[in-house]
């Protein structure tokens, strides 16, 4: 059974880091593209950033308004996706969620939620001005 388990959210303040991990278990990820999604109250859940499977070279692609500030990364051998956060605005608030798909696609084919099979539970990000 596949499981993504996100943690590391937390109350900062403006231009303050903060580091999510994103545990996944269930079988090997190498090849799956693990995204990085968020939502805040009252809207969509919207795009944040990806990192593209081995076969697809590990690439990474962001939203337009988390580029230069947040970087994903991947450790294969342990499973665990990670998004650092750099640079906090309040606009950053929302619950990050992490997202799986078995995809041979490069990172910036990935940015649709509706693609990905598996999600996490979300950790609550919170930015105060």
């Known amino acids: 059974q596949v499981q993504l388990v996100e943690s590391g959210g937390g109350l900062v303040q403006a231009g303050d880091s903060l580091k999510l991990s994103c545990a996944a278990s269930?079988?090997?990820?190498?090849?799956?593209?693990m995204g990085w999604f968020r939502q805040a109250p009252g809207k969509e859940r919207e795009f944040v950033a990806v990192v593209s499977g081995a076969s697809s070279g590990a690439s990474t692609y962001y939203a337009d308004s988390v580029k230069g500030r947040f970087t994903i990364s991947r450790d294969v051998t342990l499973n665990m996706v990670y998004l650092q956060m750099d640079s906090l605005k309040p606009e950053d608030t929302a619950v990050y969620y992490c997202a799986a798909k078995r995809s041979l696609r490069p990172a910036q084919a990935l940015d649709v939620s509706d693609d990905y099979d598996y999600w996490g539970r979300g950790t609550q990000v919170t930015v105060s001005s």
């Open positions: 269930g079988r090997p990820f190498s090849n799956y593209a």
